[in-house]
Nanobody, 121 residues
Framework: QVQLVESGGGLVQAGGSLRLSCAAS????????MGWYRQAPGKQRELVAA???????NYADSVKGRFTISRDNAKNTVYLQMNSLKPEDTAVYYCNADLRPVVSRVVSDYWGQGTQVTVSS
């Protein structure tokens, strides 16, 4: 059974920082891209940042220069360092991984349970 477990969310004042972590566990054969999405109340889920297994990154325009995504392939873990946080960054943040379990030949999307990030003004 493959699981993605997020940690690091919380409440922070505007201008502050948080670091999110997401660890993939279980019988995993390989992981391709990993990323972070967020969903604010009444809005659609949107991509925040993504990183390939080779380290190439992609960011939403709204977070460029403030957020940094990284990963530790040996630990099957992806991180999101969030600096200069704004109230509009408030959302539930979800980890996503494009991976192949050991028991399958199919690469599929897996999601974490979500972690709340709240930025007060």
């Amino acid at each position: 059974q493959v699981q993605l477990v997020e940690s690091g969310g919380g409440l922070v004042q505007a201008g502050g920082s948080l670091r999110l972590s997401c660890a993939a566990s279980g019988s995993i054969f390989s992981i391709n891209a990993m990323g972070w999405y967020r969903q604010a109340p009444g809005k659609q889920r949107e991509l925040v940042a993504a990183i390939t297994s080779g380290g190439s990154t992609n960011y939403a325009d709204s977070v460029k220069g403030r957020f940094t995504i990284s990963r530790d392939n040996a630990k099957n873990t992806v991180y999101l360092q969030m600096n200069s946080l704004k109230p509009e960054d408030t959302a539930v943040y979800y980890c996503n991984a494009d991976l192949r379990p050991v028991v399958s030949r199919v690469v599929s999307d897996y999601w974490g349970q979500g972690t709340q990030v709240t930025v007060s003004s």
